[in-house]
């Protein structure tokens, strides 16, 4: 079992809509998964509700013993854990669980400034884990056609962590899909532009699992 950890204590970062997707995403590479949702708002939980023959099975573990939790799921390929905002014991509880952490950033100062104490917290256990635990910054909610992205992600440099190529950008695809409680997979032409940046998505992740 593989846990990737979606981790950002700043709201609007689109922790959501990557955790859903990639959890369809490798659901569709024939991966079975299965979605946690770890932020009390239960934003997953309330995606997953609204389409009762959505494939992707979600739970909810908002409890700081979410590490201790996870440990009774052994049947499944890869969790995806949708973290949880604002809540430092919830997000210690992620990084345990976690083989790797993907940390959502949006093209903005604010947002990159936010990261920090996370940031803090995801290298000091590298350290303790002699670097076995993997994280990566990816650049979420760009908009098309501006520099910001490239700028953006020459400055998460300074963090010491590396930042995927693949860029989740600002699409009206995503929110349209969710308000139906599906994922671009299923609502979008297989050559969408959507499609084709949440598949490199997932593929340049399993690339840290030696899986691609």
Known sequence: ?????????KGGSGKTTIATHLARGLQLKGH???L??????????????????NPVPVIG????????DLKSVSDKDYVVIDGSPQATSLAISA????DFIL???????????????LVDLVQQRIEMMDGQL???FVVSRAIQNTNI?????????DYNLPVLETRVMQRVAYPNSAALGKTVFDTESPNSNAIQEITALVSEIQIFFGEE
């Open 61 to 68: 573990l908002d409890r700081p013993t979410l590490d201790k």
């Open 32 to 34: 079975s998964v299965l």
């Open 95 to 98: 990084i345990k669980a976690a």
């Open 149 to 157: 992205g490239k700028e953006v992600a020459t400055a998460l440099l």
């Open 1 to 9: 079992m593989k846990v990737i950890a979606v981790l950002n204590q």
């Open 103 to 117: 940390i959502p950033v949006q093209p903005s100062p604010y947002d990159i400034w936010a990261t920090s104490d």
């Open 36 to 53: 946690v949702d770890s932020d009390q708002q239960g934003s997953a939980r309330d995606w997953r509700a609204v389409d009762e023959d």
């Open 134 to 136: 993997k994280a990566a």
